[in-house]
């Protein structure tokens, strides 16, 4: 083994300097140090980057829609479409309401016409007791109140 380590000695190396730590400040300091760098070698190869394919946007579309008055326009159809909707609601609930009332109105008159049937089955109730029926009608529209107690 001692045979083998004396052919093949190697010269020893030189010492390094102790390398000081600088940090550049600008372009130009940064580019002193590279080339301080690659100075004390020159022996050495430098490899030197290819250079890069330049970055290219993409071409714009052919066709371009008018986007921003198409979205406006949507937007008016959905307006026009819920509103719609609003309304065939409000009729909906108008009619019900409408209905009840009738309802109630009738329900009223019936029980007018039994009150009175009760307290004078004697008397003839024909054309006199249908204009009193709806003079007394549109004073009881009038006076119709919000609840019904009693049910």
Do not use: H
């Not at 070698?41 to 008055?69: C, G, L």
């Not at 409408?98 to 054309?127: D, V, W």
């Amino acid at each position: 083994m001692a045979s083998s380590a004396a052919s093949s000695v190697r010269p020893p190396r030189p010492k390094k300097e102790p390398q000081t730590l600088v940090i550049p400040k600008n372009a130009a300091e940064e580019q002193k140090l590279k080339l301080e760098r690659l100075m004390k070698n020159p022996d050495k190869a430098v490899p030197i980057p290819e250079k890069m394919s330049e970055w290219a946007p993409r071409p714009p579309p052919e066709f371009v829609r008018d986007v921003m008055q198409k979205l406006d326009a949507e937007f008016q159809k959905r307006l026009e479409k819920n509103k719609i909707t609003a309304e065939e609601q409000t009729a909906k609930r108008r009619k019900k309401r409408q209905k009840l009332k009738e309802k109630k109105l009738l329900a009223k008159k019936m029980k007018l016409e039994q009150k009175k049937q009760k307290e004078g089955p004697s008397q003839p109730e024909e054309q006199g007791s249908s204009s009193s029926a709806e003079a007394s009608g549109t004073e009881e529209e009038e006076e119709v109140p919000s609840f019904i107690m009693g049910r």
